[in-house]
Antibody
Framework: EVQLVESGGGLVQPGGSLTLSCAASGFTFSNNEMTWVRQAPGKGLEWVSYISSSGTTIYYKDSVKGRFTISRDNAKNSLYLQMNSLRAEDTAVYYC??????WGQGTLVIVSS | DIVLTQSPDSLAVSLGERATISCKSSQSVLYSGNNHNYLSWFQQKPGQPPKLLIYWASTRESGVPDRFSGSGSGTDFTLTISSVQAEDVAVYYCQQYYNTPPYTFGQGTKLEIK
């Protein structure tokens, strides 16, 4: 069974940092392009970042460039999103997702003082 | 960036009736190299994460009931629910994953029972 399990969310003050993790199982992680998608409370879905299967190609949504860093460890079947200089508008549920395929359950990030 | 526009924003359908949701793309998401349309459909019920229903525009994800079907090519796509059930109440999103990011989403369509 394909599983993606996110962790690392929580409450953080504006300007703070947080690192999200996503543990993958049930498929060949190293062959899959991965993304992070977020959903602010009561809003639609928003693509945040992409990483190629090897980790050599990376893209970010404009508003998170320079603040967020996506990475992966294929040996550990894990995906990461390091988030720095967090803003209130980054408050959302963050989902780990295959470029084509299943998503995780999400982890909630709240940026508030 | 590719813009996806869904219509309608909401619809109310009687149980057992057909529901049709449109997703129009600002540019083609058909890759001629493999003849695949890089478009997915998701279902999101309240308090739950999005669930993949359809990928490659018309391939049903394993376990998805066959009353859900996807069609279209290029810039115009449709999600059809042939006989709406009570458990289909949800918000439906299309997403394109063509070429390089950003992989954008439609604004969502809310399905209710009439």
């Amino acid at each position: 069974e394909v599983q993606l399990v996110e962790s690392g969310g929580g409450l953080v003050q504006p300007g703070g940092s947080l690192t999200l993790s996503c543990a993958a199982s049930g498929f060949t992680f190293s062959n899959n392009e991965m993304t992070w998608v977020r959903q602010a409370p009561g809003k639609g879905l928003e693509w945040v970042s992409y990483i190629s299967s090897s980790g050599t190609t990376i893209y970010y949504k404009d508003s998170v460039k320079g603040r967020f860093t996506i990475s992966r460890d294929n040996a550990k079947n894990s995906l990461y999103l390091q988030m720095n200089s967090l803003r209130a508008e980054d408050t959302a549920v963050y989902y780990c997702a295959r470029r084509v395929g299943s998503w995780g359950q999400g982890t909630l990030v709240i940026v508030s003082s | 960036d590719i813009v996806l526009t869904q219509s309608p924003d909401s619809l109310a359908v009687s149980l057992g009736e057909r529901a049709t949701i449109s997703c129009k793309s600002s540019q083609s998401v058909l890759y001629s190299g493999n003849n695949h349309n890089y478009l997915s459909w998701f279902q999101q019920k309240p308090g739950q994460p999005p669930k993949l229903l359809i990928y490659w525009a018309s391939t049903r994800e394993s376990g998805v009931p066959d009353r859900f079907s996807g069609s279209g090519s290029g810039t115009d796509f449709t999600l059809t629910i042939s006989s709406v059930q009570a458990e289909d109440v949800a918000v439906y999103y299309c997403q394109q994953y063509y070429n390089t990011p950003p992989y954008t989403f439609g604004q969502g369509t809310k399905l209710e029972i009439k």
